[in-house]
């Protein structure tokens, strides 16, 4: 769990208005963030037995985007990030490479609308469904296609918001790749807590088993639930809880490793404390997570928790992981931070029977900036 502005930085700047509104105050608006991140891996063993050598690195990543407000129910925006064009997880870049020019590139392109208790958008942008970490799907990664939602409000103390989309992820004559998804969110202000709850289902066609083009094709029809908790007893405390399934069978697909098959549940839990609203607040946060081989598409999902890489490809093969992550930060300002994350991580199944579990340990600090 992680506090307004922290989710502000990972969901990509203000907008002019939000998922529900529109606010018809400017006509224009930029917006920017930096971070600068040290990172520090130990102890990572790969499936072979064989110890990764101990990595440092130091890296930084950039963002600049604007909002247009054509009318009191229209907004177009755009966004560059840097980042290889190759990784969709990642838009950091890392120094040491003689000073040469880092990537930039097209991070986000759309056209977005709210009528009454409608919004749309069409393009390329955030990310359009409740979610409350990056273990099924990473920040940095924004679709392209379009989703559609509503908030139907019942009385003062709760709101219905069903939402649906198409977005389409390689698009060729041989094996289009896409995802049909539906959720259902709902919010409640209780007696001296605030529930937030949210189940859908994403349905992932002819998508790639690793992100290169030798790789063979596979469906994925996951089911997320998540519930948050925010106790107004108790100031700046949050549980959270999502699980995941997918309900695919794949025990007739001889390419996959047979005791990786029915590895296609995951579990996250994550309890924090305090918050970065303002100058001088402090949070503290823990994490558990547990997340099946197939119970995500691991290239989509986040690459904070693991090194652990693809042979053909670039990114980051987020599954058949347990482990923890310990969060801890503090704010300078509304819109300066420092997050320091450590993490211990162990795979949950070898791919066969000359392997072994891989392993994990990685320490990261982060200093953001928002602009």
């Keep these: 769990m992680i506090s307004g502005f922290v989710l502000a930085f990972l969901q990509g700047g203000p907008s002019i208005f939000s998922q529900d509104t529109l606010d018809t105050g400017n006509k224009l608006q930029f917006y920017s963030d930096f971070r600068f991140r040290a990172e520090h891996d130990w102890n990572s063993r790969g499936a072979n037995g064989v110890l990764r050598p101990d990595r440092f690195r130091l890296r930084y990543r950039a963002r600049f985007g604007f909002n247009f407000q054509w009318s009191n129910q ?49 393009g390329k942008n955030t990310f359009p469904f409740w979610k409350q970490n990056e273990l099924w799907w990473d920040d940095d990664i924004n679709p392209g296609g379009v989703a559609l939602g509503w908030r139907l409000p019942a009385g003062d103390q709760f709101s219905l918001k069903p939402s649906i989309g198409y977005f389409i992820i390689r698009d060729t004559t041989i094996d289009e790749s896409y995802l049909i998804a539906v959720q259902i969110a709902a919010e409640a202000e209780l007696a001296k807590m605030k529930l937030s709850f949210a189940s859908g289902f994403f349905g992932f066609n002819n998508m790639r088993y690793r992100p290169d083009q030798q790789s063979w094709t596979l469906d994925y029809d996951i089911l997320h639930s998540g519930v948050k908790m925010e106790f107004e007893s108790f100031t700046g ?76 490809a670039p990114g980051t093969r987020s599954s058949n992981f347990k482990g923890h992550e310990v969060k801890t930060a503090y704010a300078f300002g509304t819109t300066f931070n420092a997050v320091f994350r450590i993490y211990f991580v162990q795979g949950m199944v070898p791919p066969d029977e000359q392997s072994i579990r891989e392993t994990g340990n990685r320490f990261r600090m982060d200093l953001n900036v928002k602009f």
Excluded at 80 to 85: A, E, F, K, Q
Excluded at 90 to 106: K, V, Y
Excluded at 271 to 279: C, E, I, Q, R
């Design 237 to 312: 405390v949050t549980l959270g809880v999502d699980y995941l399934l997918n309900l695919k069978n794949y025990g007739s697909i001889h390419d996959i490793p047979e005791r990786l098959r029915n590895q296609i549940d995951g579990f996250v839990g994550s309890l924090s404390l305090g918050g970065l609203d303002k100058k001088g607040d402090f949070m503290v946060a823990y994490t558990y997570a547990q997340i099946g081989n197939f119970s995500v598409v691991d290239y989509l999902a986040q690459d904070d928790w693991v090194r652990w890489g693809f042979a053909n």
């Design 74 to 122: 229209i907004e177009f925006g755009a966004r560059l990030r840097t980042g290889s064009l190759l990784n969709q997880q990642s838009p950091h870049i890392t120094l040491g490479d003689e000073f040469q020019e880092g990537a930039i590139g097209i991070d986000k392109a759309f056209i977005r609308g709210a009528h009454d208790k409608m919004w749309w958008w069409l």
